[in-house]
């Protein structure tokens, strides 16, 4: 091992990592899958160009992350901790696995579950994490809270439906931080964020350049790329 690096044991597992990665990332390349949503990373191997990803930072805002770590009394966020040597991880605890439950229920309470007419049908994570943590999609335990937003199908590369969003802020990390266009953004707080174009404008007549970078890191479908006005269906999810 060279000081670039550390072991850590992620589930029994020894497991190797560059000094200075999150958790959640030293794991998900080791082959141990944590449920995430909102942890974004500079290199993605599913998506080349967000390779030169900056301004890179968690906002460690959906929870579903959780892991025990030894001699922590809390369960900790693996998207914003750092990886150290001799780190000993629990991801699949029945303590982490029910906190999990409960943040991707509060979740699905508040995200139509239209899946057979979404763009992101098959590569979306909240499929992905309820099927890792067996929930069912429409089986709900907490109170239903679809805001009924309108969609913003304005603009002829990119549309926008706000009652899909999982406030990851992931879209916002790239026409912000990465781009520097800031085409939408955050507005309103505590359950009645929304992300939004600038002003409350329809996204047509906001700088947006119709990249699509917003919609490739959308994790789910609230974001999608248009071609010829038609939703292009997502191919990856990380
Ligand atoms: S991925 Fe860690 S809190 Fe969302």
Redesign the pocket.
């Known amino acids: 091992m060279n000081s670039d690096t550390v072991k850590l044991t992620i589930d029994g597992k020894a497991v190797e990592a560059r000094a200075g990665d999150k958790l959640?990332f030293a794991a998900l390349d080791a082959g141990i899958y944590i449920p995430?949503?909102?942890?974004l990373r500079g290199v993605s191997p599913h998506i080349p160009h967000l390779c030169a990803l900056r301004g890179v930072s968690?906002?460690?805002?959906?929870?579903?992350?959780?892991v025990e770590i030894e001699g922590r009394r809390r369960p900790i966020?693996?998207?914003?901790e750092d990886v150290a040597d001799g780190m000993v991880v629990r991801t699949d605890t029945a303590h982490v696995r029910r906190l999990q439950h409960t943040a991707l229920e509060l979740l699905l309470a508040s995200h139509p579950i239209e899946c057979k007419t979404c763009p992101a049908n098959g590569a979306c994570s909240l499929q992905r994490i309820a099927a890792f943590l067996h929930v069912k999609l429409k089986q709900k335990r907490f109170r239903s809270r679809i805001r009924d937003l309108p969609v913003d199908d304005s603009h002829p590369d990119i549309g926008i439906d706000p009652d899909k969003c999982v406030i990851?802020g992931k879209c916002i990390w790239a026409c912000v931080e990465h781009k520097g266009i800031g085409a939408i953004n955050w507005a309103f707080r505590g359950d009645r964020t929304v992300i939004t174009p600038f002003g409350g404008d329809r996204l047509v007549d906001t700088k947006c350049d119709g990249d699509g970078l917003c919609a490739d890191v959308c994790p789910v479908g609230a974001i999608w790329r248009k071609e010829n006005g038609i939703p292009v269906s997502k191919k990856s999810i990380e």
């Not at 995430?36 to 942890?39: G, S």
């Open positions: 959640l995430h949503l909102c942890a968690p906002h460690a805002g959906c929870r579903l992350c959780l966020t693996a998207c914003t990851c």
